[in-house]
């Protein structure tokens, strides 16, 4: 295939990920061309990733390559999942490139997603660089979600749980993730799981929050089963349907876990929570009173001072 113009292929790759939106199996077969004019391409030897990018991304290019190489087969272990079907990966740094590769489905701050009916997994490589997660932690948490799909041969999953599951095996929450999620959950506007089926929120905070009850969640299953994943999956799988799958795996419905999930995480995280968001009141309470006890301070010495010059002028003369 000749290399494509470059506004072309935007606007073709554009179409096909829209078309993938609505017809996922026939976008899985298609072609999203083989070369863009001034990118590159690089495949696996086995040719089950197919990578794109600027000849500028060399050295990420082949990171992400040396990433898909050693990760992959990890995730796609522990998820069941024997024979890892074809993945393409874009990698840029251009905001209008990226944009029309996710069709805007991703917010603005978002640093790289996967349509997991086309299995196209999209890097913007300024944002990554940018972010507090790194390169590594970024492609195993898309790639857990492109190998989920082809292990439960796309059956639904709610999002909470393939969000919660991709941060576990990408091995992303770390104690500032935690610490964040203290003081959001402290402020009383936790969600229910039922709530997180769909799309999470666009708004930072609101998003913030939700990934972290994901993952709290997604945890709380993997200390009750550390086996479960290839068993659900396999449900999944054979029988089309996320809550049958649960079930059969843990003995209780999705809805009776959300419910005990989130007053196990209202317990742990409010009190704490409401504590650390009192502190700037606390310190500015601190802060009044010290300033109240200096300038209290302050007018009793001048106070002694006023009294003690008087007693001096009312003494009589020494002699």
Do not use: C
Request: net charge neutral.
């Amino acid at each position: 295939m000749r290399p494509l113009a470059a506004k072309t292929f935007l606007f073709a790759l554009a179409a096909f990920l829209a078309a993938a939106s609505a017809a996922a199996s026939a976008a899985a077969g298609a072609e999203l061309g083989e070369l863009v004019e001034g990118y590159r391409i690089r495949r696996s030897s086995d040719r089950t990733y197919i990578l794109q990018y600027p000849p500028r991304l060399e050295p990420m290019a082949r990171e992400i390559e040396a990433l898909l190489e050693r990760s992959a087969s990890e995730i796609a272990g522990e998820l069941g999942l024997e024979t890892i079907a074809p993945i393409r990966v874009y990698l840029t740094d251009e905001d209008r490139t990226y944009r029309e590769l996710h069709g805007g489905r991703i917010p603005e701050w978002g640093a790289a997603f996967s349509a997991v009916g086309a299995q196209v997994l999209g890097i913007h490589a300024a944002r990554v660089s940018a972010g507090p997660r790194g390169m590594r932690a970024v492609v195993r948490h898309e790639l857990s979600h492109l190998l989920f799909a082809q292990r439960v041969g796309g059956t639904a999953a709610p999002t909470w749980f393939m969000e919660g599951l991709a941060m576990i095996q990408a091995g992303e929450w770390r104690f500032a993730d935690e610490w964040n999620f203290m003081l959001l959950a402290g402020r009383g506007r936790l969600p229910y799981l039922e709530e997180l089926s769909g799309p999470f929120p666009r708004r930072s905070e609101d998003a913030a929050l939700a990934y972290g009850l994901s993952y709290r969640a997604v945890t709380a299953l993997l200390a009750e089963a550390p086996d479960f994943l290839p068993t659900l999956t396999a449900f999944m799988r054979d029988r089309g349907d996320f809550e049958d799958a649960f079930l059969m795996t843990f003995g209780v419905t999705p809805y009776d876990f959300a419910s005990r999930q989130y007053v196990s995480v209202h317990e742990r995280y409010r009190t704490p929570g409401v504590i650390l968001n009192a502190a700037p009141y606390w310190f500015a309470a601190a802060v009044m009173l010290v300033a109240a006890y200096v300038a209290r301070r302050a007018r009793t010495r001048r106070r002694l001072r006023e009294m003690e010059e008087r007693e001096t002028e009312g003494a009589p003369p020494a002699g």
